[in-house]
């Protein structure tokens, strides 16, 4: 009101006085809107953390529907009786959307393949388009969303640094809150193709039944159009490199790694020879997953020079037909 009486007064003759005393309000009003945006937001993170701060478990419960997660049984699933969650770890990309989409489109069972986001970084946008998925996805929150304190040459990796402690928390909540048996892993920027849930469910029983593998990974890090060969979607390999980037672990493989659970980088960290052990991994000779997320804490480096040439599967594999013992160690 003030700046528009201003602005309509008679015009009087110029003043160096006035004419700072208008700067001044103009910039304290710019000030005012930016201040109002931020107070906006903040009412918003309130509002979607409110159910948390009172609970005890600090987890959303699961809907209706599904009140309680399936329990593991005591004997190795199979067939229909396999439960395998999928758990997207989400931050701040409203663009989850695009990895939920396909996963609800090609998931065959709600019961076989419930689906958990858990979401760090308190993004009140990214939150709103995982609830609205409702009761399709159980929405879990991260409830630490402090700084870490980090070395002082660290300090530009804090992002890998709260990853890791997500990871950590996520995880515990699958398999110490939930008691899944296992759970197969995706972030919030991959698309999956349409045998993504088949290739997992027949590959489970190889991860149980051999101890030389310890994860069954949908990514072929060498899975650029170029190097693959598309006529030969149905094959397999074993690998000595922790491919990531959608993967399948075992309850088992969690209580040994929690304990040493790094603070940073933990994907690098699960390929140092003392945490793989001499075992593989299974991945296709074309990925199950491609990701989409140049935005990111790699500043999308990596994503333009490498990642965004990686060729997804387009057509459905009937994995749960074939015969995968060929991927047994002799």
């Known amino acids: 009101l003030l ?77 229909d009786e396999v439960v395998l969650p999928v758990l997207v770890l989400a931050c701040d990309r ?18 076989r393949f419930p689906l958990i986001v858990s979401q760090d970084c308190g993004h009140a946008e990214t939150a709103a388009v995982i609830s609205s998925y409702s009761p399709h996805v159980s929405h879990i929150l991260q409830p630490d969303l402090s700084d870490i304190p980090v070395p002082p040459e660290h300090r530009k990796f804090q992002g890998y640094y709260k990853i890791s402690r997500h990871y950590r928390w996520a995880l515990g909540q699958i398999f110490h809150t939930f008691h899944y048996r296992a759970v197969i892993v995706v972030e919030d920027d991959l698309e ?9 469910q027949a590959a489970f029983p190889l991860l149980l039944a051999d101890p030389t593998l310890w994860c069954i990974s949908a990514w072929n890090d060498n899975g650029k159009e ?7 979607a149905e094959l397999l390999y074993r690998t000595d490199f922790f491919p990531g980037l959608g993967w399948l672990l075992l309850a088992e493989l969690w209580e040994e790694l929690e304990p040493k659970w790094p603070q940073a980088f933990w994907d690098d960290w699960m390929r140092q020879p003392e945490q793989r ?40 594999v009937p994995f749960t037909q074939m015969d995968l013992s060929y991927l047994k160690k002799e």
């Open 3 to 79: 700046l528009l009486f201003l602005w309509t007064r008679p015009p009087s003759p110029p003043s160096p006085d006035a004419s700072r005393l208008t700067s001044q309000l103009i910039r304290l009003s710019q000030d005012a809107e930016a201040e109002l945006e931020r107070q906006k937001d903040l009412l918003l993170q309130i509002q979607l953390y409110s159910r948390l701060w009172g609970r005890k478990k600090q987890v959303v419960p699961f809907p209706k529907s599904s009140p309680h997660p399936p329990k593991p049984s005591s004997a190795p699933p199979s067939g």
């Open 94 to 111: 409203s663009t989850v959307r695009r990895c939920l989409d396909k996963l609800l489109l090609y998931r065959p069972s709600a019961q």
């Open 226 to 232: 170029q190097m693959v060969d598309p006529k030969k």
């Open 192 to 200: 999956v193709a349409p045998d993504f849930f088949e290739y997992f």
């Open 277 to 316: 052990r001499g075992r593989s991994c299974v991945r296709p000779e074309i990925s199950r997953t491609v990701t989409f997320g140049r935005k990111g804490v790699s500043h999308g480096q990596f994503f333009d020079q490498y990642l965004k040439f990686i060729k997804l599967n387009d057509r459905f």
